[in-house]
């Protein structure tokens, strides 16, 4: 499996912005297709967007399309998600997760631990 470690959370403020990065270890990185979910208190875990391995397709979900965008650079093993126009119920948990090697479709097998983004009003 492949290992991830997410970084750039923080505290903003309603209307501002922030980039998660998503670092993964290994030499196959551009062979996963990869995403990011995120938990809030007392609510299920949520997809959030997500990038295929092969042609950087891109997909989000529908609260946060148009302010956030994801991306991926192969060279540097790393995924991001740029995060516009926040607002505080965006304040979650975000993880980003990986799907074994060249597979569009199946559970999503490995998970990094999260990294708190707290929007305020």
């Known amino acids: 499996q492949v290992q991830l470690v997410e970084s750039g959370g923080g505290l903003v403020q309603a209307g501002g912005s922030l980039r998660l990065s998503c670092a993964a270890s290994?030499?196959?990185?551009?062979?996963?297709?990869m995403a990011w979910f995120r938990q809030a208190p007392g609510k299920e875990r949520e997809f959030v967007a997500a990038?295929?391995?092969?042609?950087?397709?891109?997909y989000y979900a529908d609260s946060v399309k148009g302010r956030f965008t994801i991306s991926r650079d192969n060279a540097k093993n790393t995924v991001y998600l740029q995060m516009n126009s926040l607002k505080p119920e965006d304040t979650a948990v975000y993880s980003c997760?990986?799907?074994?090697?060249?597979?569009?479709?199946?559970?999503?097998?490995?998970w990094g631990q999260g990294t708190q983004v707290t929007v305020s009003s």
């Open positions: 990038i295929r391995w092969t042609g950087g397709t891109t």
């Open positions: 997760a990986a799907r074994p090697p060249y597979s569009d479709s199946g559970p999503w097998g490995s």
């Open positions: 290994g030499p196959t990185f551009r062979s996963y297709s």
